[in-house]
Structure formats: structure tokens, C-alpha cells
């Protein structure tokens, strides 16, 4: 019911709009999105319901029909043939240089068992799409196909070309992907921006209250500490133990972190997040985060460990120890043991402080402290800046189909828009409005029972319109 005032408020908006500016320029085709709606969600589940854990090739072959039938020219390339790559393009007139999207085709592996609604049947249950990749990232997909589909049949005239880039192996195997469409076949995907997953639009108590835009990711180094003892029988227990050594080194982490370090994006995300705040607690915490006295950001940095780990990820280059092996009989005392710390640092980590400060914390001789692989490491990679146009945009297609502000944000977590970044092209992450209480009950990325409401979906395609036709129009 409240779509449906919504809708007659948008026809009632283009109408004033038509009506109150005589002899400017026409206004711009709009979809019919009563016709669009069941369309784009055809496409949504035909795309859910192929099993791309290990091979994307039968949808991509799909996809490549579904282009070849629309007149959209496409292409295919693959370093592995049973996982490929589609290219569309739409040619615009080549005032401007392109825009890329990138979508996902393959999804993480599932357990069955565990599903409610088996993972690859895109079933519709109580106003939610079930099914894995339902929002990681066959939402993004389908927006963007249904977004260049719409823009060819409507003959939209372009400033610069639309290209989408439907990518396999992205969970993990990226050479497969970005990296081999990179490395083989750049003139093909070669943009002025780029718009991916990595952002959030945010609900909470159901209503969309904020939506995130990704605009930098946090840089993912591995860590190894090793422990070293002396040797000896089980029965002779000894200050030196190695294990025990590691373990104390390990146990620092449940209570130590490295310092708090916000920039310019973080900064002005914890900043507009505490406007928007649902509870005076959560406001205090955000705003103190940012605050310049190093111990109020330390306890807010404490409080959000205890109650949203991932701002307080956000918030500082973070330390999670994952793996731990040591020993190997019962009654042998062994000489060392290791733990691989997973280390997330915000790009402006310097890593030779942050091991010095790692290791000062574990405080221990035995105990040795090195990147995993030596020190190599990615370029720094600045953010996509928040004054420039695809950023502004994205805010203006926000306000417009949700009403609400926009956050820059930095991901804890890498995507393919790195690679892409660190060549010069400008990139924002985006994304479907999701529950804020689903995330931490399974319904979430990777969970087992990852699910989209039908009419967040519909709206994200209407999104999608508006962002890319608003970037790429003809004026
Ligand atoms: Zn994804």
C-alpha cells in the first residue's frame, strides 16, 4: 500500500515537472515499471537459480542470450572456459569516457541442510526472495541487466558507453575475473568509473534509514607469530613452552587492538551515522569514535568491539588470530608453534609501525612477529573522492528513490574494485536495502538463508536506473 502512494507520488512529480517547464528540453523516456517489475524479477531468479558455486558457464551463456535477444552487444572471455567473463556495451557518443559495472556471477558454496528453501530455488516467501547470492550478488546483476536492457529499448542517447562486466570467480579466485579481464582484456572494460557491490542501504525497525556508499576498502595482510621453546618430554613441564608461549601471544587479542586511526571517509561516515542514529548510546559511540582525545576513541572503539564489531573494524586496522597449529604428540614438548593473525589495515596503515605495535603488545622475546609472504604490498590507493561527480550522484539517486542521506564508507573486507582503484578509475560500492536485524540471523550475505525483500529489490532496480542514466544520459 505504501509502494503504491509512492508510485502515484513519482507520476505526479514527472507530470509537475513536464507541465511547469514548457519549451525546455523533452523529458527523458522513464520506464513503465508496472510493465518492468515482473521482468526484473524474472531476471533476479533465473539468474539464483543456477548453481554458480563452481561454474558460472550456463549462466553466463544465459546472460549472453538474454544480451544476443536484446540487441545488446556482448562478448565472452575466459581464462577457464567452464568459468567466464561477459562483456555489454552500450555505445554512447563518446563526449565522456565510460562507465563500468561490475556484477558477480558466481557465489559462495552452500550447505543444503541448511537451508529452510533450497539455495538455488529463488523462492518467494512472505515478501523475501530466498536463495544464495539473493543479495551477493545476483541483486546487483539483475539491476544492472535490467538497468542496460532498459536503456537500449528506450533508445536512451548516451555522453558515454555503459558497460557491464559479469564477472566469475570474484569469491576468491579473482584471477579468473577481474584479474584476467585486467591483464588480457582492459581495452574492453577501460572506464572513468565504476560502480560495484560493497555498500549497504540500511533499514532498521523497517524503515530504509541511511544508505552506505563505498568509496575505499580496507587492505587485507596476513600475519604469522611464532613461538619457540625448548624441546622435551611431556613429563618435565617447561617455562619455555612453546605452546603456551604462542597461546598467551594469541590471548592478547581478545582485548587488544591496534589504536584507533579514522580518515576523511570514515570520518564523515561515524559523523552522519550519529544523525541517524537509533538509539542516544549508538549516537554517543559514533560520535566519540571520531573524537581527537585518543581515550574517548579508545572506549568507543571498546564499546563497538562489544556491540558492532564491524565499526569498530572500520574504525582501525584490525587483528583476528585464525589459524593456530602446534604439536604433535601428547607427551613431546615441541620446539615451536605458529598462529596466522588475519590483519585488516586502513590504507593509511604504515606496516612497519603496525608490526612494531603488534609486537610490543605481545610483549614476548620467544615470540616472533612477520607478514606472512614478506613485506610486498599493495599501493596505496586513495578514495574515490567525495566531491566528485559519481559520488554527489550517487547521494542525488539516494535522496531521490529513498529519501534518505548518504554515508561514505570504507569496507573491511576487499573487492574487485581494488584492482580497478589502483589504475586510476573512480569506483563506488552500492547495494540493495537490507534488514539491519537480518544481518546478524543468517538471512545475510554468505548466511543460510540469504534473502531480499521483493520490494527492496524492485526499488534497487529502480536505483540502478537512476544512478547509471543519470551518469550517462546525454545532456
Ligand atoms: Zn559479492
Known amino acids: ?10 507520476c505526479a512529480l514527472a507530470l509537475t515537472t513536464a507541465v511547469a517547464a514548457p519549451g525546455a528540453q523533452p523529458k527523458p523516456a522513464q520506464p513503465d515499471w508496472a510493465a518492468v517489475e515482473p521482468e526484473a524479477l524474472g531476471i533476479y531468479q533465473s539468474l539464483i537459480r543456477f548453481d554458480s558455486t563452481a561454474a558460472e558457464k550456463p549462466e553466463a ?47 559462495v558454496t552452500v550447505d543444503a541442510s541448511k537451508w529452510t528453501f533450497p539455495p538455488f530455488s529463488a523462492t518467494r516467501d512472505g515478501g523475501f526472495v530466498y536463495g544464495r547470492g539473493a543479495i551477493d550478488d545476483k541483486d546487483n546483476l539483475a539491476s544492472a541487466v535490467m538497468t542496460l536492457i532498459l536503456l537500449k529499448r528506450l533508445n536512451v542517447p548516451l555522453d558515454r ?33 565504476c560502480i560495484a557491490e560493497g555498500g549497504d542501504t540500511i533499514r532498521e525497525k523497517g524503515q530504509v534509514r541511511y544508505a552506505t556508499v563505498q568509496v575505499i576498502e580496507k587492505i587485507s595482510r596476513g600475519v604469522e607469530i611464532t613461538a619457540k621453546g625448548i624441546s622435551g618430554h611431556g613429563s618435565v613441564p617447561l617455562t619455555s ?3 603456551a608461549h604462542l597461546g598467551n601471544a594469541v590471548g592478547k ?17 561515524f559523523r552522519r551515522l550519529a544523525t541517524v542514529a537509533a538509539s542516544p548510546e549508538q549516537a554517543a559511540a559514533y560520535r566519540d569514535i571520531v573524537s581527537p582525545d585518543p581515550k574517548v576513541a579508545a572506549a568507543a572503539a571498546d564499546w563497538l568491539w562489544r556491540n558492532e564489531p564491524r565499526h569498530a573494524s572500520m574504525a582501525r ?11 604433535y604428540r601428547s607427551n613431546v614438548i615441541p620446539s615451536e608453534a605458529k598462529a596466522r593473525l588475519d590483519v585488516r589495515m586502513v590504507p593509511s596503515e604504515d606496516p612497519a609501525a603496525l608490526l612494531a605495535q603488534i609486537t610490543k603488545a605481545i610483549n614476548d622475546p620467544a615470540v616472533d612477529v612477520q607478514f606472512a609472504g614478506g613485506a610486498g604490498t599493495r599501493p596505496a590507493i586513495p578514495p574515490t573522492r567525495l566531491d566528485g561527480e ?53 538471512y545475510g550475505m554468505h548466511g543460510d538463508q540469504e534473502r531480499l525483500r521483493e520490494s527492496e529489490f524492485q526499488r534497487f532496480v529502480r536505483f540502478n536506473w537512476e544512478l547509471v542514466s543519470r551518469l550517462a544520459r546525454a545532456r
Request: proline fraction near 5%; hydrophobic fraction near 40%; include cysteine.
Open 1 to 10: 500500500m505504501a509502494r503504491r502512494r509512492h508510485l502515484v507520488a513519482l
Open 61 to 107: 551463456d544465459w546472460l549472453k542470450a538474454l544480451f544476443d535477444r536484446e540487441g545488446i552487444p556482448a562478448q565472452v572471455h575466459a581464462l577457464d572456459p567452464q568459468r567466464p567473463n561477459v562483456v555489454a556495451r552500450l555505445t554512447g557518443n563518446g563526449r565522456k569516457r565510460p562507465l563500468l559495472i561490475l556484477g558477480h556471477l558466481d557465489t
Open 161 to 193: 558507453d555503459v558497460i557491464l562486466l559479469a564477472e566469475s570467480g570474484e569469491e576468491g579466485q579473482s584471477n579468473l575475473g577481474i584479474g584476467h579481464m585486467m591483464a588480457e582484456h582492459y581495452g574492453l572494460i577501460d572506464a572513468e568509473y
Open 241 to 243: 613452552n612453546a605452546i
Open 253 to 269: 587479542f581478545i582485548s587488544w587492538q591496534p589504536d584507533v586511526k579514522i580518515d576523511e571517509t570514515t570520518g564523515r561516515y
Open 317 to 327: 586496522t584490525s587483528v583476528s588470530p585464525n589459524i593456530f597449529t602446534g604439536g
Open 390 to 442: 559519481l559520488f554527489t550522484t550517487a547521494e542525488a539517486a539516494n535522496q531521490a528513490i529513498y529519501g534518505v542521506p548518504t554515508l561514505p564508507s570504507m569496507s573491511t573486507y576487499a573487492t574487485d574494485m581494488w584492482p580497478l582503484r589502483a589504475n586510476g578509475v573512480q569506483c563506488i560500492g552500492i547495494g540493495a536495502g537490507v534488514d539491519l536485524e537480518d544481518q546478524s540471523a543468517g
